[in-house]
Nanobody, 123 residues
Framework: VQLQASGGGLVQAGGSLRLSCAAS????????MGWFRQAPGKEREFVAS????????GYADSVKGRFTISRDNAKNTVALQMNSLEPEDTAVYYC?????????????????WGQGTQVTVSS
């Protein structure tokens, strides 16, 4: 599967952004999907994940209640709605696909990564 992330940009604190990831190739509808982020000088960290059916989602504590992950298997897309953004959310955001259908928080569970999209939140 190939992944193309989009939707990043510059937003003020308290604002919202919606990231989208378009998938092609391998059967997307059977893949667990995830979003990760990496800030300058920091390791890549888990943000959110969703099972192949969309029935189960998982979130990092830092984004719980502010971010929502969703997917549309008919359109081969996964989205990350980000509300109440904080300067600490500034990072490059990556979507990732797993060869398995579950919801995972470890990068090791994902074998395909998109190119990343920059999110910058100003204070």
């Amino acid at each position: 599967v190939q992944l193309q992330a989009s939707g990043g940009g510059l937003v003020q604190a308290g604002g919202s952004l919606r990231l989208s990831c378009a998938a092609s190739g391998r059967t997307f509808s059977r893949s667990g999907m995830g979003w990760f982020r990496q800030a300058p000088g920091k390791e890549r960290e888990f943000v959110a994940s969703i099972t192949w059916s969309g029935g189960i989602t998982g979130y990092a504590d830092s984004v719980k209640g502010r971010f929502t992950i969703s997917r549309d298997n008919a359109k081969n897309t996964v989205a990350l709605q980000m509300n109440s953004l904080e300067p600490e959310d500034t990072a490059v955001y990556y979507c990732a696909a797993s060869p398995y259908g579950g919801s995972f928080s470890s990068p090791a569970a994902f074998d395909t990564w998109g190119q990343g999209t920059q999110v910058t939140v100003s204070s």
